[in-house]
């Protein structure tokens, strides 16, 4: 049996990466005002945007003891199919930069989770942007 189901209750370190997950005993809270800050947003931010932001501040929360990754991005695209834009794939190639650009945003949410700072976000908005782009061009207009 698989004890490792829902929020995790235990704090954790990403192995190779210097961003400092919610503190186990905040999960739940930090989780619910994500869900609060999605609600409040959705009709203000552009979808891919909105998407980005969302997924950025999941992964920051690190809810899971597993598969936190795979979940932030399903539920970005999910996001993106709520306003109707196609969904898109990260792929494992890029995956260093991907890290990379993620760790960039960090700096934007060290001191507030919820803290959204374009300049700190804006290598991440062009690489999930160049990303979202090329996905469409190959996916469905070969």
Do not use: C
Not at 65 to 94: K, V
Not at 107 to 136: A, C, P, R
């Amino acid at each position: 049996m698989d004890n490792r189901k829902g929020f995790r209750n235990h704090d954790i370190r990403i192995l190779g990466q210097p961003f400092k997950p919610s503190p186990a005993r905040y999960v739940k809270a930090d989780v619910e005002l994500l869900l609060k800050w999605y609600n409040q947003n959705k009709k203000k931010i552009h979808p891919l945007i909105l998407a980005i932001f969302f997924h950025h501040k999941f992964e920051k929360i690190h809810p899971f003891s597993d598969g936190n990754g795979r979940t932030g991005r399903i539920l970005m695209n999910h996001i993106l199919r709520l306003a109707d834009y196609p969904p898109f794939i990260i792929p494992r190639r890029l995956r260093r930069e991907y890290l990379e650009v993620m760790s960039e945003a960090d700096k934007s949410t060290e001191k507030d989770l919820f803290g959204v700072n374009l300049k700190e976000y804006k290598t991440l908005i062009n690489f999930i942007y160049i990303q979202f782009t090329s996905s469409y061009w190959d996916t469905f207009l070969i």
